[in-house]
């Protein structure tokens, strides 16, 4: 009952990989397009857009455009929310931060051979090594850079992961190899779901949700959660504190699992200043 995250560069054979070892696990297979669907169709938000999101890095004062913080938070909070079922292989950079403490979760990096994922470029878009090394160098920049600004890690940080494979390495039987050291990894004892790591990856299915139920109240509230029991950390100026904190616990009620909600307003003292108070 484990699961398996999967990231890797692109034109790297990390989708194949995550595909193959979810069938040889008989594990289901997930990926932002399976993802984006369900939250497309739940949120009422185009696959197009959410797919925008993942791919351009937020940059400036701003961060996002007004809707991009609710896409990343209604992303997760479905990715979070499937992840329960377990027996998940999930290939993705999407989440990655918020289940790196989940001791039941195996991550993995597949990093490959540049010269090979170039030779992969040519043949699938039919161009010369120099462009293919070109559209490599931009991917794995952009990605680099969505990681940095969403999550501020730094996705060849070798502590983000329990196994990194280097299929350059390999060469024989690389990608076969890689499948087999993934499938005879996540059986060990380490990865097998335990009482109190199934109960975090629960709190944070709920804090997701908590935060995309409130997200039109603050986009940028943090949340917390033990057992049922909602920490909500938000910020509002004097005036409005009282209404804003009941209207997000008559909210957070209405969901399943929650059993106590508690919300701590910081004043914006900005805001105050702004209106006169």
């Known amino acids: 009952m484990s699961i398996i995250t999967i990231t890797a560069g692109s034109y790297s054979n990390g989708k194949q990989i995550a595909e193959s070892a979810a069938k040889r696990l008989k594990y289901e297979y997930a990926d932002s397009e399976i993802i984006l669907s369900l939250v497309s169709g739940e949120f009422g938000v185009s696959e197009?857009?959410?797919?925008?999101?993942?791919?351009?890095?937020?940059?400036?004062?701003?961060?996002?455009?007004k809707a991009r913080p609710e896409y990343?938070?209604?992303?997760?909070?479905?990715?979070?929310?499937?992840?329960?079922?377990?027996?998940?292989?999930?290939?993705?950079?999407?989440?990655?931060?918020?289940?790196?403490?989940?001791?039941h979760v195996l991550k993995v990096r597949?990093?490959?051979?540049?010269?090979?994922?170039?030779?992969?470029?040519?043949?699938?878009?039919?161009i010369s090594r120099d462009k293919a090394g070109k559209i490599i160098k931009k991917e794995d920049e952009e990605q680099a850079k969505w990681a940095a600004a969403v999550y501020d890690i730094d996705l060849m940080d070798p502590n983000l992961y329990d196994l990194a494979i280097n299929i350059g390495h390999i060469k024989s039987n690389d990608v076969?190899?890689?499948?087999?050291?993934?499938?005879?990894?996540?059986k060990h004892k380490k990865f097998q779901p335990m009482t109190y790591s199934?109960?975090?990856m629960k709190n944070i299915a709920i804090s997701c949700?908590?935060?995309?139920?409130?997200?039109?109240?603050?986009?940028?509230?943090q949340v917390k959660s033990d057992e049922g029991t909602v920490y909500i950390y938000t910020r509002a100026i004097k005036k409005k504190a009282q209404n804003k904190a009941l209207?997000?616990?008559?909210?957070?009620?209405?969901?399943?699992?929650?059993?106590?909600?508690e919300v701590y307003v910081d004043y914006?003292?900005?805001?105050?200043?702004?209106?006169?108070?």
């Open 198 to 200: 199934l109960r975090c």
């Open 72 to 103: 990343i938070i209604f992303i997760e909070t479905l990715l979070a929310e499937y992840l329960l079922k377990n027996n998940i292989v999930y290939y993705g950079v999407v989440g990655l931060s918020l289940i790196k403490e989940i001791s």
């Open 48 to 65: 197009s857009d959410l797919a925008r999101v993942l791919k351009e890095a937020p940059s400036g004062v701003g961060m996002f455009s």
């Open 176 to 186: 076969e190899d890689a499948i087999e050291t993934i499938v005879s990894t996540v």
């Open 247 to 261: 209207e997000m616990k008559q909210k957070v009620m209405k969901i399943e699992g929650v059993k106590h909600v």
């Open 268 to 277: 914006d003292l900005f805001s105050s200043v702004a209106h006169g108070q």
């Open 110 to 126: 597949i990093i490959a051979n540049l010269e090979d994922r170039i030779t992969t470029g040519m043949k699938l878009y039919k």
């Open 209 to 221: 949700r908590v935060r995309a139920t409130l997200t039109d109240i603050d986009s940028k509230m």
